[in-house]
């Protein structure tokens, strides 16, 4: 502790955070002096992706959304370890001054990142990094219908009257005779297949 350089050292670390840290205050203190003040009710609401907010925000949430960022935020600390232990045992030095260095740091990491791969390869096969999907199942009704019945209702012939007579009146002399009305709709019905 004797030696000023270090001294130097921490205090210009110490000097770039007061510095960041006023700027930052600073700005945020300029914000709240310089910017109007003119609330509305559309300012005041509250902002949703562009989107006017509907209902509460206490809605249910797909839990497969938590295990995703879990995931992400497994491989994003792996890569914070594995950047700095890159630069400097990857330090030529180092790894000059006793070969060994160079085989530890290898298997150190090495071992690290298979438990992350083996981890990885646990929750893969358990299935909890799929996104699972509903499978759609026809509905079917368990009816005592028999298939005659439907046979006999795709057999029978059903008149359909014209849509225009019910709606408009005509005055007809009575010495003509009505003619008959021809069968234009033929409903067919399937039978219950088992």
Known sequence: MDDPAQLSAYGNVLLFAIVGLLLVCATLFLGTILSPKNPNPIKLSTYECGEDAIGT?????????YVIALVFLLFDVELIFVFPWATVFGNADF???DARWGWFTLIEMGL?????????????KNGDLNWIKPTHVKPTVDVAIPSSAYANLNEKIYVVKDYREATVPEEKPETTSPAPTKATFKPKFKPKTS
Do not use: T
């Open 57 to 65: 925000s206490w809605i249910q949430f797909n839990p497969r959304f």
């Open 95 to 97: 790894i000059a001054a």
């Open 112 to 124: 690290f990142i298979g438990i992350l791969i083996l981890g990885l390869v646990y929750v893969w």
